[in-house]
């Protein structure tokens, strides 16, 4: 798609540094990272978000790099752990509108992210929105 940063990277018409490719994604660093490690797993085809024509073969795909990220984080930059994260629409924290999961190497007591602050709803809450959602 015309003007989108993510379908440049892809196209190799701005630099990165890739990290994974294979047919349907790419993996690149972040140039922003929340920790260093901090991976982009892109899908070479543009979708502007998880929702838009996506199946399950590609979100399996997508997840499935996410997975061998993570373990390579920690395995190489001795990470704890990881996040794997991906935000839809600007009120979620999406600033590029083409899908892609963040893979965020984590270690104990980095504070690195600390995404929300717990509601405390009643059960009768929860049931209600149960409803809603089902
Ligand atoms: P979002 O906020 O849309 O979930 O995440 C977009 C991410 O893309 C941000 O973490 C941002 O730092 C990263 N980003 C934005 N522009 C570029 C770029 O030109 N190259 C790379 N490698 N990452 C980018
Ligand atoms: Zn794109």
Not at 109 to 132: F, H, Q, R, T, Y
Request: charged letters at 25%.
């Amino acid at each position: 798609m015309d003007n989108c940063i993510f379908c440049k990277i892809v196209k190799g018409e701005i630099p990165s540094t890739r990290i994974y490719e294979d047919d349907i994604c790419i993996a690149t660093l972040d140039i922003n990272p929340a920790a260093m490690g901090h991976t982009l797993i892109i899908p070479k085809e543009h979708h502007n978000d998880i929702t838009d024509n996506t199946d399950e073969a590609l979100l399996g795909h997508l997840f499935k790099v996410a997975s061998i990220v993570g373990e390579r984080q920690k395995e190489r930059l001795s990470a704890d752990g990881f996040n794997v994260l991906q935000n839809n629409g600007t009120a979620a924290g999406q600033s590029v509108m083409h899908l892609h999961i963040h893979v965020i190497p984590r270690y104990d007591n980095d504070g690195v992210i600390g995404l929300w602050k717990p509601l405390e709803p009643s059960m009768e809450e929860i049931a209600a929105m149960g409803e809603k959602l089902s």
